[in-house]
């Protein structure tokens, strides 16, 4: 019998982690339904090698956005993992809770007992962070967090035209204080991805209670307005597996809602458009969608020592033959970590924008890289006013959802794009960089006005892969909640949603790290457990925020 108490739909980034914890005591017994495969292999395990899960059929779902109507009409792709671990083993491996005053927004938009307060002692569980502030970060947890070594001078360079502009320092970001340049942390242990398969899935599949079940998710099966299990296809046959509790969907901030809606869960008219039975109208199902994007500005160095000169065949199989053997070397890291979050202007009181420090010139999708040494920051705006949707493209389960991000579609967007290219210039611009700073590679030099950072932008502003939000959490009473605060979907039951769906409104940064934090903390909702205890620690606030932004 297929049957259990718990069936979690999706291996990835909360599914691993609510595996994990569900079957902790040993008295529940728990099936993870995952379509993708087996994350073996060095494309997933070897960090270096970050380009090219996300670019295979094999490892990705191959999703991409409608043509984006403020983009050109550019369509943009939407990486989600087809894999054991789910994103977590096909992303960046960059490790950022968030700040603070992310989740305190959660709350104040009906998502109560999800205040910065609430999730810090989750961050703390699930984290062992060696090298972290002492008090806010966890050591004992199955995620193991690092820095990565930043031998590369152009790191130190980064970061020390960061306190010559005159911004802050931060010693960890991911403790009392995100604002400021700093080392990023990444998601690696003893030289391998540690994605959420290795930190949480595999040790839970050593359990007798937890098994995971290769099958395609057709629909959630809900009898009498409860759910009793899921409809999948595997091996050319259709199949019941049942759940004696409860079934969570954990299957991205793209399937989730789409399994959703196939299971008669969403605006109503667009289910009835579609031919399927209404079982609960809730129209934010699908809403609500955000992301990430981000521009490449690029340099020429004038120094070689980038890891362009690694870029060729026989450097690569050196480095690959290092990790493969040793477990050490250049193939180790993702290669971003330095990095930083500031504030963009007087008056806003945490920070929203991000940069990655890259010493190299390529595309994240490791095409097109610049012909010569080169580095590179990728930056952002954190909190777009910018809203877009997912929604069936028809009944078929095998068909792509039609994922519309919607993006550039709000005016501040344009402006805050402006303020990041030309802050990037300013940070270049510092004496920490003159040994090093050749031309500008991208934008280039030419394109200085609003109308030609505009133009850059609409042509080259990527996705940071960080979609969320399209089975918002919130108060029952609110009809764009999908979820309430114990992540129950509302209006059947049995049946919960936890993952970066859930997410109100998108935090800072990447979103590995709070999508774990969900599945953590929604696993202690289902068994009934009290939270833990809430924390009284203040995080830091830039003293000078009304007057400064650095």
Known sequence: ??????????????????????????????IVIEYGGSDFGPFIQMPAALSFPMNMARYDWGFKSEPEPHLGGRVLATPRGKVVGGSSSINGMVYVRGHARDFDHWAEQGAAGWAYADVLPYF?????????????????????????????????????????????????YNGSKQEGFGALEQTIHRGRRWSAANAYLKPALKRQNVSLLNGFARRVVVENQRAVGVEIEAHKKIQLVKARREVIVAASAINSPKLLMLSGIGPADHLRHNGIAVIADRPGVG????????????????????????????????????????????????????????????????????????PVAIRYDGKAAAQGHGFQAHVGPMRSKSRGTIRLASPDAWQTPQIRFNYMSH???????????????????QAAFDPYRGLEIAPGDAVGSDAALDDFIREHAESAYHPCGTCRMGARDDAMSVVDNECRVIGVEGLRVADSSIFPRITNGNLNAPSIMVGEKAADHILGRTPLAPSNQEPWINPRWRESDR
């Open 1 to 30: 019998m297929l049957e259990a108490d718990f069936v979690i739909v999706g291996s990835g980034s909360a599914g691993s982690a609510l595996a994990y914890r569900l079957s902790e005591d040993g008295r529940h017994s728990v």
């Open 124 to 172: 703390k569980r699930m984290e062992s962070a060696a090298d972290g502030e002492a008090g806010w970060r966890g050591t004992g947890g199955p995620l193991h967090v690092r820095r990565g070594p930043r031998d590369n001078p152009l790191f130190a360079a980064f970061l020390e035209a960061g306190r010559q502009a005159g911004f802050e320092l931060t010693q960890d």
């Open 287 to 358: 809403s609500n969608l955000q992301d990430h994007l981000e521009l490449y500005i690029q340099q020429q160095s004038l120094q070689p020592i980038t890891l362009y000169s690694k870029l060729n065949l026989l450097s690569k199989a050196l480095i690959g033959a290092q990790w493969l053997f040793f477990k050490s070397g250049l193939g180790t890291s993702n290669h971003f970590e330095a990095g930083a979050f500031l504030r963009s202007a007087a008056g806003v009181d945490y920070p929203d924008i991000q940069y990655h420090f890259l």
């Open 411 to 429: 005016p501040d967007d344009w402006s805050d794009f402006r303020r990041c290219i030309r802050l990037t210039r300013e940070i270049f611009s």
